[in-house]
């Protein structure tokens, strides 16, 4: 265990003793502002709006996947493929150090950045509450569930990330890779916005495993259990095959 | 098994996909030796190091560090071993004393002790003055220390380095030897290194790899006696030729000779003795009795290079085993 938190606080150093961190940072910070504002201009023209939460307007505005989709390959293609592109995998791989808790620790060390860009956004409601003063703009509850959202499916795209990051010794193939899975992912999610004929057991797998839907859901407030599962065992999935990338250096 | 091998190595091998990287290895260190690794490059000397620290897998044989299988056991190994790769990889973003700190908990030592352990291997590897600067703006003899500093630091059994002084400028290469000197003392140290110089500067024995395979493994010393075969011995001496000539055909104990004109009025003679005598008395006798000037009279040591060169030769390969 406390390997593991040095190991996490080394990743978190690793980013912001670098430029890469801060960069990331202002760069969601300013998608998240662009959609602040739309947000503001879509309230302005429409006062009915004021009845939709505030979580789910800024869901809809296109930002909310930009960031994600963006930020994830950025934050992620270092976790392995720099420190073995640099030879530190080396030396950090003949310390007795568990092959797990390197793995989980680069992955939550990507995760924490994730989260840390996200944290704004609660700035922006906060202003927009504090102004109106609309109660059903921003209720705990909605809040809590659009960044229950925000965080399950970070874990999804992190350890999609660290997967790919594990596979090559270059970032750039690392960042490409993992932007290519994130992608067909949320395109494989579109398709579940065509209305089907008839809900046949193709338009069932395409509605359970669509991410826009479970982040509408997640935005206006409702929790269902499915994709909650769907994202752990997912994350937990892609960290096995991280691992299994890690052990196989020592395979016969 | 005797308890004082820190290393057993018995007919490791390692094969990529088409080539075999070594072959069939087996050697053993003692604790307390410096043992030097030299082999040009490709020989396999940095996959045996990676080996012995549980980087790697070996395809077959077994490898033991402190009674340890390096496979089954890896955790015990990489408790007991101080391991520097080649090139010496470091964080660059990381200050000195940080590093050093975030070493040796990795390694499994408390808040505490890896504060004091920090400071203790940044006093004896010199790196008290820079111990705030960030890694990556340090000179490169710096960083050689940096890394030894962190193979010391968990105060490990058996230190191994790939290539410690890799690209140092004489200076620097100077102190890293010297540091490497010292954990004589209280380390063993298994060094590889294709500067023939450096073993025979720093090491007790030597083990001399070439192409996946250990052609000679002995104390530096003993080496250089078996291929000093020869002893031949150079004398300068200012006297005609035929004269010279003459006075070495009549003495028995000289096999060949070779006489070639040197600066001035001196002749340079190239004496092999018989048997492995010194000739150096002899010739001196000689050139005392006949009232010859000498200006110079040597015995030629052959280096470690010699030593590698002449067993690294593809047809003394056999002959040299």
Redesign the interface.
Known sequence: M??YL??VR?EL??FF??LIGYVIVAWVLLLLGLSFTDMLAKLNDDPHGLLTPLTELFYRTPYFWLILLLTVPVITMRSFAFEKW?????????????DAQVVLAKFTGTLLLYLLTWLPLFGCIAVVRYFTREPTLLDPWTTTSTFLGIFLIGCLYMSMGCFASALTRSQILAAMNSFVIGLGLFVLSLRSLVPAPEADWAAKVFSYISLIEHMEDFARGFVDTRPVVFYLSLTVFFLFLTLKVVES???? | MRNDWIIEVENLTKRYAGTTAIDGLTFSVGRGEIVGFLGPNGAGKSTTMRILACFLPATSGTARVAGFDVFAQADEVRRRIGYMPENNPLHLDMRVRDYLKFRARLKGLGIGSSRDRAEAVMQQCGLTEVSRRIIGHLSKGYRQRVGLADALVHDPELIILDEPTIGLDPHQLRAVRQLIKEMEHSHTVLLSTHVLSEVEMTCNRVLIMHQGKILAADTTRNLKNILSDGGQVIAEIAAPVSELRACWEQMGEVEYFDVAPAEGEYHRCALTPRAGLDLRPLVFEQVRARGWALRELSRAQHSLEDIFVHITRPDREEEAR
Not at chain 1, 86 to 98: C, D, H, K, Q, W
């Open positions: 406390r390997v040095t190991l080394r150093g690793g003793a670098s640099s030879g530190t995998y080396e030396t950090l791989m003949t310390t007795p150090v568990g250096r020592r395979w016969k």
